[in-house]
């Protein structure tokens, strides 16, 4: 008997850290999820791989090195799964593994994700699918977002829905039982918000959007930051990250006379309101009969940004989890999903969200 188990691992734009999950695809629908675990990212290699995000001295040393690191931290990761479902190595079909998105220039014809999937294989003894997005930008994508195939076949309803991702960048799959399936990035999610965060307070995100409740956003300072950006505003196919949405897109946003004597707490209300206005605006201009939003990743756990979106949404929104799926694992379940894809030759990659010319099959294989 083939096997039927997958893991996948993510470790997003956020750099927080790997989330990893462990399902079994042997029933035709949900995957029935065995195991899960989050990794916080150790700090050493939080700031390599940021630093990785701009050109500096010895780059392809450093992110060789990085993504050495990397494996081990992904290898822990599947050890912990393992244990936790009581499997084996050998159970397991393949493991997905994103690597860690340095650069993202779809346009340029390229992005790296800093990965060693090779080493991953020996240390943990199971095929690695890696490498997810360069096969659908060498046809012509956007390389991004990967995962609305798979949004699509857990999510979809017989009414017209979106799912929203709330990593460090923000992406929506618009669903509708008479469409094929959309999607793209919208902006920020959380990495304005964890950048400002940290400045000011040292800590590494807002728990549950705390600090941001307790500030008054500045309706002119998020006009401008709206009206300054014409990323916003363009069709898709896009993505983004860390590339455009850094500390110098904020910087230079904050330079502007509309944030004079705006106190710390009301700059990250009003980065709060930016993700979630986005957001709508998004969804508003390109699926407006949308009945409902389902959202994942970490920013589903921040309550105040998850009420902003309701006022601003103005339609019912609910955590995956309330659907069936925990909010930091669909990321992750979507990778195990792609590695399970690319074994079966499903071909993953979609024209109607990433522009690609043609479908394609999404990863490399790495054997064991
Ligand atoms: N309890 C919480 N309160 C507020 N924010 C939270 C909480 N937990 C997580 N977050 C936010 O979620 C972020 C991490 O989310 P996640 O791991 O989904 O993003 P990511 O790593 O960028 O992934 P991806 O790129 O795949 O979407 C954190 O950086 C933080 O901003
Ligand atoms: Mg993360």
Request: aromatic share 6%; charged share 20%; hydrophobic share 45%.
């Amino acid at each position: 008997m083939t096997n039927t188990l997958y893991a996948g691992l993510m470790s997003g734009t956020s750099t927080d850290g790997i989330d990893a999950v462990l399902a079994d695809f042997s029933s035709p629908g949900a995957p029935r999820i065995l195991s899960q675990a989050s990794l916080s990212m150790p700090d050493t290699l939080r700031q390599q791989f940021l630093s990785l995000n701009d050109a500096g001295d010895n780059e392809l040393d450093r992110a060789a090195l990085a993504a050495n690191a990397l494996a081990l931290q992904y290898a822990e990761a599947v050890r912990r799964l393992l244990m936790a479902a009581g499997a084996q190595a050998s159970d397991v079909a393949a493991i997905g593994a994103h690597g860690q998105t340095v650069r993202h220039r779809p346009d340029a014809g390229y992005s790296i994700q800093i990965n060693a999937p090779a080493r991953l294989a020996e240390l943990t003894g199971i095929d690695v699918i890696a490498d997810f997005r360069s096969r659908d930008i060498a046809a012509g994508g956007q390389g991004a977002p990967l995962v609305p195939a798979f949004h699509e076949a857990i999510f979809q309803a017989r009414h017209a829905r979106a799912v929203l991702n709330l990593g460090g960048i923000a992406n929506i799959t618009l669903l509708s039982p008479d469409q094929p399936v959309r999607g793209f990035d919208t902006g920020p999610a959380n990495v304005l918000l964890d950048l400002w965060c940290q400045e000011k307070t040292g800590a590494p995100y807002d728990e549950n959007g705390r600090w941001a409740a307790s500030g008054r956003a500045g309706r002119e300072l998020l006009d401008t930051m709206m009206e300054s950006e014409p990323w916003f505003a363009l069709p898709p196919p896009k993505s983004t990250g860390r590339d455009h949405f850094n500390r110098q897109w904020l910087a230079r946003r904050l330079r502007d006379r509309a944030a004079r004597g705006m106190r710390d707490n009301d700059i990250q209300a009003t980065l709060r309101d930016l993700t979630a206005r986005t957001i709508a605006q998004a969804i508003d201009t390109h699926a407006p009969h949308t009945q409902d939003v389902v959202v994942c990743g970490g920013g589903a756990l921040n309550g105040d940004l998850m009420a902003a979106l309701a006022r601003d949404l103005r339609r019912p929104i609910r955590p995956s989890s309330a659907v069936g799926v925990p909010v930091r694992t669909v990321e992750a379940l979507a990778f195990a999903w792609l590695a399970r894809a690319h074994l079966m030759g499903c071909k993953a990659g979609l024209p109607s969200v990433t522009g690609a010319r043609h479908p394609t099959l999404l990863g490399a294989r790495y054997p064991a």
